[in-house]
């Protein structure tokens, strides 16, 4: 019988660290390190104990705990629950098996008034222990914590010189069910249940059901990771879809050895038998941690900053958004698609800087109900947090009632509304100071670039991006070096935030044709003379020793 903590006598222990440790500074979304930086010992307790001293309001409040499941996943669980014990959290909530997405997890401290929670995920990187680990922190309205707390925990994590943790047993997580560690409650929750709910209160499931009942094939793909369970129950049992249309649907410590990104590179089988075949209408996947969300039809890919204006322009065919949407806003490297869109709608529009938590400020204040990046992130006022399935029952929503194909939904709408020629190129893993030398340089050019040509235009602003935040006014800088041309045109430039071998150079880039230009080019050909200009002035392929990225979106 596996003993119930109550059962056992718990120790509080301060335990000494004998220096700070001093790479525990966030990046795009939370702490991200590989599985083994993550081994050292007191590790994550460092950060979390660091976390759990600055997010306001921990003694006595409610916690929300839970992971993608992968390698470290339910260890960690255990260790973050004996941490929250030990500095007064009065009621903690997790989830069977410990696996939450972080979209649901962002529904659990809303619906719960938690004063936040911890998200156990690296998020797209691969898992195992081989592979990363990460620790996200959201705040009590369900989204990542603003730049002023991340601040503060890595402030507080270089000068930390112990931490707090209770000694008792392990808590069952596998039912559901009510413990006690001391003076907290512990929930063990269905992590699918509240989610689904949600979800069913957002769209028309009757709807949904009579599509996926009927002669549609679809075909989503969890790369082994969180979304299985939930993918699952939404679509094979509550909508009725046949079985298997859920592939790879259990979650595994190292996503069966795979990236669970949803991309063209590493979701290639989907990917090809939605683009090589004709046996499926659509496809859809998301990743490691379930807030992103790939989209494609039969023999059509969706870009992802596309996939938010078509959200946008048919809002209101779903029932959560039937009366309207009070804005919308997208990240600066996300295509401006859905700004034409919201100027079409008379919507207000913003562009924020990378990062989920940029968006909810704007969604707290009610200035917009949709947003997105091209990161393969889309999601609403729902929660504060990108969701992957959101986005898929979204798209089949629109499907649904407009009964046509994804790819008439795209040349529809591209015969509206233009066409935002596309493409992300990454390289990745490459020498941190290659890419730093890289990146100082051609910011350094960048006030003598104006008035340049470039690609056969002229740029007309060349800049770092800065944001100021509508809502608190707080100002976030250096954001991505951005080459506007006189046409509309545009390339950007950013390190990433969230890789954690050495670093990854992303090159964004995008042109606009009018309802009258031409409308089916492959994006590469029609982004090719920006693709070459940037390399030239960047010196790309020459300091990064790579002949070409290593994902192309
Ligand atoms: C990447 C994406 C960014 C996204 C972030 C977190 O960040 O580009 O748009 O918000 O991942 O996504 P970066 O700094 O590597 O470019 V996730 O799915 O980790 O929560
Ligand atoms: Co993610």
């Known amino acids: 019988m596996t003993p119930s903590p109550s059962d056992s006598p718990a120790v509080l222990h301060t335990v000494a660290l004998a220096q700070p440790f001093?790479?525990?500074?966030?990046?795009?979304?939370?702490?991200?390190?590989?599985?083994?930086?993550?081994?050292?010992?007191?590790?994550?307790?460092?950060?979390?104990?660091?976390?759990?001293?600055v997010l306001p309001g921990v003694a006595g409040g409610t916690l929300v705990l839970g992971g993608d499941g992968r390698f470290g996943n339910l260890a960690a669980i255990q260790t973050i629950a004996r941490?929250?014990?030990?500095?007064?959290?009065?009621?903690?909530?997790?989830?069977?098996?410990?696996?939450?997405?972080?979209?649901?997890?962002?529904?659990l401290i809303r619906q719960h008034q938690a004063v936040g929670g911890v998200i156990l995920s690296a998020s797209h990187n691969p898992g195992g222990p081989e592979g990363d680990f990460g620790v996200k922190i959201n705040g009590a309205n369900g989204g990542p914590t603003p730049e002023s707390i991340t601040d503060a925990i890595y402030e507080t994590t270089l000068s930390l010189d112990s931490y707090r943790i209770l000694e008792a047993a392990p808590l069952p997580l596998d039912q559901p069910g009510s413990h006690v560690l001391e003076e907290m409650t512990v929930e063990v929750i269905d992590g699918v249940d509240d989610y689904a709910a949600l979800m069913r209160r957002l769209f028309d499931f009757d709807r949904l059901a009579a599509?996926?009942?009927?002669?549609?094939?679809?075909?989503?793909?969890?790369l082994h990771a969180v979304t299985g369970p939930y993918a699952a129950r939404i679509f094979e049992g509550q909508l009725g879809a046949p079985a298997g249309t859920v592939r790879n649907g259990v979650p595994l410590e190292d996503f069966g050895g795979g990236h669970p990104d949803p991309n063209l590179t590493y979701a290639h089988d989907l990917a090809a038998l939605l683009l090589e075949g004709d046996a499926y209408d659509f496809g859809a996947a998301c990743d490691g941690d379930g807030d992103r969300n790939m989209i494609l039809g039969r023999r059509c890919f969706v870009n992802p900053s596309d996939s938010l204006a078509v959200l946008t322009a048919n809002a209101t065919l779903a029932p959560g958004y039937a009366e309207g949407l009070a804005g919308v806003a997208r990240s600066m490297p996300t295509s401006a698609a859905a700004d034409v869109v919201a100027k079409a709608l008379g919507l207000p529009c913003f562009e924020t800087p990378t990062g989920w938590k940029f968006f909810g400020n704007l969604l707290d204040a009610g200035r917009i109900t949709l947003c997105g990046e091209e990161s393969f992130g889309t999601g609403s006022n729902h929660i504060r947090e990108k969701d992957g399935l959101w986005a898929v029952l979204f798209w089949l929503q629109i499907l649904a009632v407009r009964n046509c194909s994804v790819a008439e939904v795209m040349t529809d709408h591209w015969q509206r509304y233009g066409r935002h020629y596309y493409s992300r190129h990454d390289y990745e893993a490459i020498a941190s100071d290659a890419a730093h030398a890289l990146y100082s340089r051609v910011k350094g050019q960048l006030p003598a670039l104006v008035g340049e040509r470039f690609a056969g235009r002229s740029i007309a602003l060349a800049d770092d991006f800065a944001y100021t935040d509508p809502v608190d006014a707080s100002v976030s800088e250096g954001q991505g070096l951005r080459l506007l041309l006189d046409d509309g045109s545009r390339v950007v430039l950013r390190l990433s935030g969230t890789g954690t071998q050495g670093a990854t150079l992303r090159v964004y880039l995008e042109s606009y044709v009018p309802p009258s230009g031409a409308l089916n080019q492959d994006p590469q050909l029609a982004l090719a003379d920006l693709i070459s200009a940037i390399d030239a002035?960047?010196?790309?392929?020459?300091?990064?020793?790579?002949?070409?990225?290593?994902v192309i979106t």
């Open 22 to 53: 001093t790479d525990q500074k966030p990046g795009t979304s939370g702490l991200r390190k590989s599985s083994q930086r993550f081994a050292t010992p007191h590790y994550l307790e460092s950060f979390v104990e660091a976390s759990l001293r």
């Open 83 to 107: 941490m929250a014990a030990a500095h007064g959290v009065a009621r903690l909530i997790t989830t069977t098996g410990g696996i939450l997405s972080t979209p649901a997890a962002s529904h």
């Open 211 to 222: 599509l996926l009942k009927g002669d549609f094939r679809f075909a989503f793909d969890a």
């Open 537 to 550: 002035l960047a010196e790309i392929k020459e300091r990064t020793g790579m002949d070409r990225p290593t």
